[in-house]
């Protein structure tokens, strides 16, 4: 079993990924997916860091998340699209190892494509609660935390759209849609024990 984890900007779902994987004594993937889609693209690790959730615009690389050429690898391609297939072996190559939980990366999308079973969630919380998160993590103020929420959300939804062809955060592209609002913990005990 593979689970999924997409999130809104902010409403902890990294942290219920993590804690979900410890629950049941699993791996979770979130950093270490960029680490090794550098290692296959040949791009240092920042570079992948700094590009998720950013798209190239025009082409349609719909071959690549369907199956066919999905890991060939093209030097003229722009650098976003080259990373995302890059990510996308990543992806199957992780989940091939055994059970895991994945995080973000259009990961639901581009193992359903492989037929690769998943419990795909998705993770949401009120604007204020995300808010807040921000803010506790970072000194910033509340107008500069609404900004950059809106502003992550939006490039994370163009994203979906561009490479998994998917409505990011439509609740009939996941098994299980969640708030933070009840606590991480308890967040992570729920998708756990529906996974066992």
């Avoid at 699993?26 to 090794?36: N, S, W």
């Avoid at 093209?74 to 992806?91: C, M």
């Amino acid at each position: 079993m593979v689970i999924t984890i997409s999130r809104e900007y902010g409403s902890g779902g990294s942290e219920i990924g993590h804690k979900v994987a410890e629950l049941l004594g699993i791996p979770c993937y979130d950093k270490t997916v960029a680490e090794l889609t550098a290692e296959l693209a040949g791009f240092p690790v920042e570079t992948i860091r700094e590009s998720e959730d950013k798209t190239s615009m025009g082409l349609d690389y719909s071959g690549y998340i369907y199956g066919y050429g999905l890991f060939s690898t093209n030097h003229f391609l722009p650098i976003y699209d080259r990373i995302f297939i890059a990510q996308s072996k990543a992806i199957v190559d992780l989940s091939r190892r055994g059970n895991c939980v994945i995080v973000g990366r259009c990961a639901a999308e581009v193992l359903a494509k492989q037929g690769i079973p998943c419990l795909n969630v998705f993770i949401h919380a009120p604007l204020d609660e995300r808010v807040a998160r921000l803010r506790t993590r970072h000194d910033i103020t509340e107008a500069d935390a609404r900004r950059f929420i809106r502003k992550n959300d939006k490039a994370r939804a163009n994203y979906h759209k561009k490479y998994a062809y998917t409505k990011w955060g439509d609740t009939r592209n996941y098994h299980m849609t969640i708030s933070s609002s009840l606590g991480i913990d308890k967040v992570a005990r729920i998708i756990a024990e529906t996974v066992k």
